[in-house]
């Protein structure tokens, strides 16, 4: 079995990696792992350290658009799971390019790849970004995409694409639709990490608006779960969403996290709201369920993990943290 995980070396790519070479999947514990990963601000080899030296392991830096890396390195995989793309809706409103290049237009190219090259099973990792806002209930895999940022709308072009390649020729790609991720490794731009990081240092952190926005936090662990079954037990052309975290609001969360660190409000530096704000994402994961799918790990202690991994781990994100602040 030879797996190519495109974005492997970023925040969720380089977690489904460790999994899959520390044997966490049953059944692939003698797959072989072809990172490919364009190494952006985004992608850190140092995510990929804990593996580093598995032999079971090629990494190669490219871009999912050329479609010449793709003819060489595509043939003799089996599947394809594609974490890569541009992911932070602050810098596609900031600029939207490299957003549509990525994710829309290397998508398909990944597609056309797993066509020509007879890959057996693609999965395409999504989000929930993409059915827009929801004031209450949840979204199943049937509802309208109706994305708001341009981070989202090149998203669910992606999604489309696939559907058009299952429908137009056959392939069998899936996608996942997950909500909010946390866990070790996130990129310190992100709420979370960006929150602990400033915290750690005593410097305020930065509160959207009213802070009455709800996401829905899922470990990074469960999300890979998840994308392993779908790839396991899931069929082509078929979407799933992957929820069943915690719902919170900004405010919440940012309790949360003050409380972790032992800071209070006066740490809370309120700032406009971001443009299109999407209020509240929430995803109904009763289809995942139905094959067999779990969450495992409760927030409390997951967040707790989190803190102190962030905590234990300076020399990962100070240097990443000079380049963004
Ligand atoms: N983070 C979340 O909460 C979340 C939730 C649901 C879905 N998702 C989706 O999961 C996937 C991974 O998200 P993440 O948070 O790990 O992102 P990330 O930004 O941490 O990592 C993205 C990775 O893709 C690589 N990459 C970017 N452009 C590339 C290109 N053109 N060619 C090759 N590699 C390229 C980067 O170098 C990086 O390693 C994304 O598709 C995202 O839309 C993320």
């Not at 809706?89 to 390019?97: L, M």
């Not at 299109?276 to 409390?300: A, C, E, M």
């Not at 990962?316 to 602040?325: D, E, N, P, Q, V």
């Amino acid at each position: 079995m030879r797996i190519l995980v495109s974005g492997g070396a970023g925040f969720i790519g380089s977690h489904y990696v460790r999994c899959l070479l520390s044997g966490a999947y049953a059944g692939y514990e003698d797959a072989h792992v072809t990172v490919l990963d364009k190494l952006t601000y985004a992608g850190n080899l140092a995510n990929l350290r804990p593996v580093d030296g598995n032999t079971r392991l090629t990494f190669v830096r490219g871009d999912i658009t050329d479609a010449a890396l793709l003819d060489e390195l595509v043939p003799g995989h089996d599947v394809m799971v594609n974490f890569a793309a541009e992911t932070h809706v602050d810098r596609s409103i900031a600029g939207a390019g490299d957003f549509v290049v990525t994710n829309v237009q290397g998508t398909q190219r990944l597609l056309q790849a797993a066509l020509e090259h007879d890959v057996r099973t693609v999965v395409q990792v999504s989000t929930d970004e993409v059915y827009g806002s929801i004031d209450d209930g949840s979204w199943t895999e049937a509802e309208p995409l109706l994305p708001n940022s341009p981070y989202s709308a090149a998203k669910a072009g992606a999604d489309l694409l696939c559907r058009a390649y299952h429908r137009t020729h056959g392939l069998d790609v899936r996608v996942t639709r997950c909500s909010n991720n946390y866990g070790p490794y996130q990129y310190p731009e992100k709420v979370i990490p960006l929150f602990v990081t400033n915290l750690i240092d005593g410097r305020p952190v930065p509160l959207y608006g009213d802070g009455r926005n709800v996401r829905e936090w899922l470990h990074v662990d469960d999300h890979c779960r998840g994308i392993q079954l779908v790839l396991d037990k899931g069929s082509g052309g078929e979407i799933y969403n992957i929820g069943g975290g915690v719902e919170l609001t900004n405010l919440e969360l940012t309790e949360r996290l003050l409380d972790a660190l032992g800071a209070g409000w006066e740490m809370v530096e309120r700032v406009p709201d971001r443009l299109g704000h999407d209020l509240r994402y929430s995803v109904d994961s009763s289809k995942i369920r139905s094959i067999g799918y779990t969450p495992l790990v409760d927030f409390d202690k997951g967040l707790d993990e989190v803190v102190r991994w962030y905590r234990d781990h300076e020399d990962w994100w100070r240097g990443l943290r000079a380049t963004t602040s």
